[in-house]
């Protein structure tokens, strides 16, 4: 099969002017820094690199976010290379030894934010469907469970279920803290005691949740592997108890390598705080995890080609490897060939100033709405148990009819889509001080005259 890899390296070679031409910067509009002299990140120029509606204040960028220009720029390119030549796209799946090969550019940028390896990552379009592969893939047997909690999303306890359903090994659901309002008032040790409490020898897998999207809790995973770890002591290889993490509220809004955090699979969409296209994620997995899986969809990420080899010489399917799990199939390649733009933008904010700055507005948020009467905040006060999303009751209101009153002074907030919902607000690197302050006199408004 011919490849193309002249064309393909040429195109490839051409990014930099090809995303000069899709954007005429002798035309654009004068952009301000993104950090001014001393290095300090202009919050305001940040805002700017974003094309959302200047109308209404945005808390809800956690579910879906708007691109950052040069993500928007970047797809803008790559779409134009695809248009103008869509064979090249041949050399990008077959040729993995190709210079600035895209895909493999994509996991580098990845491993190098997470701070693991590049040939430890799957890529997957979502959370969503990276729990589904491994919880799937994952060998089970009658006499076997998987342990997760009931503070975990509907996607999470689906990929068990269906999992489980098909192998008839058991599904146990566990409380982390007390239910449904104690998610404020738990502390680290509660948390991890309870779990190593219910582990037992039967339990195949473990599935937690970094950063629960239903109350703003913020798991110390870290401490939950060791954990795991020592549930493992004088196990066979076959009973080994593994982590599985959704780390999709996490990644991208801490100042963490998520790689070493001890999950055996860290799973997460990157088109949430990662600011990365939307269709776009990755699974992490330990280099000796990636064996215990077996694979659901073709492959088409041929950076390792046993997999192909396996299918043309019709011989037995190779040991597992992270490239094997990545699903394959023709996608929107302009989105996910553009994720490492979106790193390389979280780089030039830098990932302790995006990690302060989420902390900040949200520990505003968390301590000042706990102060407003009638108002019940139900994310940890304790930095540590906290992350991006805030979540609160006002008393005498449903959590869908705050959200419509905020969405009538034109803030955009969201109701957490569990059996006892909350409000949401979340505050993100396009959020200012102002956008705060606004919210919270807004609520607290509603507040007083429910």
């Known amino acids: 099969m011919q490849l193309h890899r002249r064309s393909f390296l040429g195109l490839l070679a051409g990014g930099v ?14 952009r301000p820094p993104l950090r001014n002299g001393a290095g300090v990140v202009d ?19 956690f579910f879906l976010v708007s691109h950052p220009r040069p993500v928007r720029e970047a797809i803008e390119a790559w779409r134009r290379r695809l248009d103008a030549d869509p064979l090249l796209l041949e050399s990008a799946l077959l040729d993995p030894t190709a210079d600035h090969h895209p ?18 990552l799957a890529l997957v379009p979502n959370t969503t469907t990276g729990l589904a592969l491994v919880y799937n893939g994952l060998s089970l047997r009658p006499g076997q469970e998987v342990l997760t909690t009931e503070h975990d999303h509907y996607s999470h306890h689906e990929s068990i279920r269906r999992a489980v359903d098909k192998t008839g090994a058991g599904l146990r659901f566990i409380a982390l803290h007390d239910m449904p309002r104690g998610s404020s008032h738990t502390s680290a ?31 110390p995973i870290a401490d939950m592997a060791q954990v795991v770890e020592r549930a493992n002591a004088g196990r066979a290889a076959a009973d080994r108890c593994l982590l599985v993490v959704d780390g999709v509220h996490g990644v991208g809004a801490q100042d963490v390598d998520a790689a070493a955090l001890g999950a055996d699979f860290l799973v ?10 939307r269709g776009t994620g990755f699974i992490a997995g330990r280099a000796e995890s990636w064996p215990e899986l077996r694979p659901t969809v073709p492959s088409f990420d041929f950076s390792d080609r ?5 299918w043309i010489r019709r011989t037995g399917t190779p040991p597992t490897r992270a490239s094997h799990v990545s699903p394959g199939g023709f996608i929107a390649f302009e989105h996910l060939f553009s994720v490492p733009d979106a790193i390389t933008f979280h780089h030039q904010l830098g990932r302790e100033n995006i990690a302060a700055r989420i902390a900040e507005l949200n520990q505003i948020f968390r301590t000042e709405l ?11 006060q304790d930095p540590s148990l906290a992350a991006g999303i805030v979540a609160f009751e006002v008393a005498g209101l449903e959590p869908d009819e ?6 009538e002074r034109k803030i955009l907030a969201t109701s957490s889509p569990y059996a006892v919902p909350f409000v949401r607000v979340a505050a993100g690197v396009m959020t200012s001080h102002e956008d705060v302050d606004a919210a919270l006199a807004a609520i607290h408004a509603i507040a007083t005259a429910a």
């Open 17 to 30: 002017a090809a995303g000069a031409a899709a954007t005429d910067v002798s035309a654009a509009p004068y």
């Open 43 to 61: 919050w305001s120029a940040v805002r700017g690199e974003f094309a959302l509606d200047p109308a209404w204040i945005h808390l809800s960028s």
């Open 103 to 120: 895909i493999e550019r994509v996991k580098a940028a990845l491993a190098g934010y997470l701070g693991g390896r590049a040939e430890d």
């Open 189 to 219: 040790a509660e948390l991890v005691d309870r779990l190593e409490r219910q582990i037992r020898p039967e339990t195949r897998a473990v599935g937690l949740t970094w950063v629960h999207s239903s109350t703003g809790l913020k798991l």
């Open 268 to 277: 997460a969409g990157a088109h949430k705080w990662l600011l990365a296209p």
């Open 306 to 310: 046993s997999i192909w080899d396996a």
């Open 370 to 380: 706990a102060r407003v009467p009638g108002v019940v905040v139900h994310t940890p």
């Open 402 to 407: 705050v959200v419509a009153r905020l969405h």
